[in-house]
């Protein structure tokens, strides 16, 4: 099981970054994909979902209406599309995988994903 993120960077606030976790290894249609980041001395926190049976999602507040996840089942990816961005939003961002195809209504909790991808750092700047 691979999972690999890319796309972070430096941005200004109010800028876009768009995500992505490349996946392999895995059965993609079977595997729910969620989104976590980490702002260092904070923990983990879980930000989006997306269910691998009929694609609904969830976002936590501190992100709804500013960023939107998709899979792309033809290339097992998971993107995260990032816009407004705000320099609270500086962390690193990391995708996970969960053998269990759910997103839950509650948003993702850390321990319930068994595979991730090494992280990208976001830094948005003021």
């Known amino acids: 099981v691979q999972l690999v993120e890319s796309g972070g960077g430096l941005v200004q606030a109010g800028g876009s970054l768009r995500l992505s976790c490349e996946t392999s290894?895995?059965?993609?249609?079977?595997?729910?994909i969620a989104w976590f980041r980490q702002i260092p001395g904070k923990e983990r926190e879980g930000i989006s979902c997306?269910?691998?049976?009929?694609?609904?999602?969830y976002y936590a507040d501190a992100v709804k209406g500013r960023f939107i996840i998709s899979r792309d089942i033809s290339k097992k990816t998971v993107d995260l599309e990032m816009s407004g961005l705000k320099p609270e939003d500086t962390a690193v961002y990391y995708c996970?995988?969960?053998?269990?195809?759910?997103?839950?209504?509650?948003?993702?909790?850390?321990?319930?994903?068994?595979?991730w991808g090494q992280g990208t750092q976001v830094t948005v700047s003021s």
């Open positions: 996970a995988a969960d053998y269990s195809p759910y997103c839950s209504q509650y948003g993702p909790a850390e321990y319930e994903y068994e595979h």
């Open positions: 997306i269910d691998s049976r009929d694609g609904s999602t």
């Open positions: 290894g895995f059965p993609f249609d079977d595997y729910g």
